[in-house]
């Protein structure tokens, strides 16, 4: 089972950057991507973004595509999000999730892991 940590969230204004980071533990190649889901109080949700396992392939939901970028380094099993331009409709608590088949990039479903969130507030 891989156990999924996420850190970097904060308080940030409008247009301002962050980066969050997701240490992966007994993550293994089986798996076919590992992304990032986001969820604010009272919506469903949302995917954001992915990166396949075998060929670092990228996907971005159409919302954040341009202004974020997933990353990962794979010598220390941390997957990163930078987030750049945030506007107020990004505020949420965004997940790390994995992704055992695809598609990825999509809400994740029961089977798939996840981690305990890091809050992002963008707010002036």
């Known amino acids: 089972q891989v156990q999924l940590v996420e850190s970097g969230g904060g308080l940030v204004q409008p247009g301002g950057s962050l980066r969050l980071s997701c240490v992966a533990s007994?993550?293994?190649?089986?798996?076919?991507?590992i992304g990032w889901f986001r969820q604010a109080p009272g919506k469903e949700r949302e995917g954001v973004s992915c990166?396949?396992?075998?060929?670092?392939?990228?996907y971005y939901t159409s919302a954040v595509e341009g202004r974020f970028t997933i990353s990962r380094d794979n010598a220390k099993n941390i997957v990163y999000l930078e987030m750049n331009n945030l506007n107020p409709e990004d505020t949420a608590t965004y997940y790390c999730?994995?992704?055992?088949?695809?598609?990825?990039?999509?809400?994740?479903?029961?089977?798939?892991?996840w981690g305990q969130g890091t809050q992002v507030t963008v707010s002036s």
């Open positions: 999730t994995t992704y055992r088949n695809p598609p990825c990039g999509i809400p994740p479903q029961s089977f798939e892991d």
């Open positions: 007994g993550f293994t190649s089986d798996y076919y991507a």
């Open positions: 990166i396949t396992n075998s060929e670092g392939t990228t």
